[in-house]
């Protein structure tokens, strides 16, 4: 975000605006090229790692099913609402005042979540992995590509969960209210007890 940031904010690293009534613009050089683009490969990375990966994280911090429940609840009530904010008054200000104090903005934001993250890093409970998650990723995908061509539906038996363990937590049926359970790839991907 700082780098973005710096796209907008530094003269050099911003291409030169275009002439009034110009037919051709100047282009940027491959420096302001690379600079953005690093950038927003960075950024993606950032939000791509962090929002899923902090949500099993906080349901990490409960036992009770309910408890888990309403952190979810609240966990996406307040991202879709940063959402909302982020599409409407972030664009706000990036259209009418600047792009360096938007971006700003979001920097400031980003950094108070994160030293509030931080803040309670001693209080959170760190569950230690089980095996590979990579492992289980290549297993249910190298079971789907064999499976192909495999009939389906399949019955609760034949769902693959992991370890004993997972199996063990995963023990009820999945419910009817799932709209999208009969995914081509989950016909594929469910049967892999023989795959792995």
């Given at each position: 975000m700082i780098l973005l940031t710096l796209t907008a904010t530094i003269h050099s690293l911003k291409p030169?605006?275009?002439?009034?009534?110009?037919?051709?613009?100047?282009?940027?050089?491959?420096?302001?090229?690379?600079?953005?683009?690093?950038?927003?490969?960075?950024?993606?990375?950032?939000?791509?790692?962090?929002?899923?990966?902090?949500?099993?994280?906080?349901?990490?911090?409960?036992?009770?099913?309910?408890?888990?429940?309403?952190?979810?609840?609240?966990?996406?009530?307040?991202?879709?609402?940063?959402?909302?904010?982020?599409?409407t008054a972030i664009i706000h200000i990036q259209d009418n005042v600047s792009w360096?104090?938007?971006?700003?903005?979001?920097?400031?934001?980003?950094?108070?979540?994160?030293?509030?993250?931080l803040s309670g890093k001693r209080f959170y409970r760190r569950i230690k992995p089980k095996g590979s998650p990579f492992l289980s990723i290549l297993c249910v995908i190298f079971a789907a590509i064999q499976k192909r061509n495999a009939p389906g539906p399949f019955g609760s038996q034949d769902y693959y969960y992991g370890s004993v363990e997972t199996r063990n937590i995963f023990k009820?049926?999945?419910?009817?209210?799932?709209?999208?359970?009969?995914?081509?790839?989950?016909y594929k991907?469910?049967?892999l007890k023989y795959a792995c």
């Amino acid at each position: 975000m700082i780098l973005l940031t710096l796209t907008a904010t530094i003269h050099s690293l911003k291409p030169l605006p275009c002439a009034m009534g110009a037919f051709k613009c100047p282009t940027p050089s491959k420096l302001q090229f690379a600079v953005l683009y690093i950038a927003l490969a960075l950024a993606s990375l950032g939000v791509g790692g962090t929002r899923f990966t902090i949500a099993t994280m906080g349901d990490d911090q409960f036992d009770n099913a309910k408890d888990q429940g309403i952190f979810f609840n609240w966990y996406f009530l307040a991202l879709y609402v940063a959402n909302c904010v982020s599409l409407t008054a972030i664009i706000h200000i990036q259209d009418n005042v600047s792009w360096g104090l938007a971006l700003g903005i979001c920097i400031v934001v980003n950094a108070t979540a994160l030293v509030l993250f931080l803040s309670g890093k001693r209080f959170y409970r760190r569950i230690k992995p089980k095996g590979s998650p990579f492992l289980s990723i290549l297993c249910v995908i190298f079971a789907a590509i064999q499976k192909r061509n495999a009939p389906g539906p399949f019955g609760s038996q034949d769902y693959y969960y992991g370890s004993v363990e997972t199996r063990n937590i995963f023990k009820n049926d999945p419910s009817k209210s799932f709209r999208y359970y009969s995914f081509h790839f989950k016909y594929k991907s469910k049967n892999l007890k023989y795959a792995c």
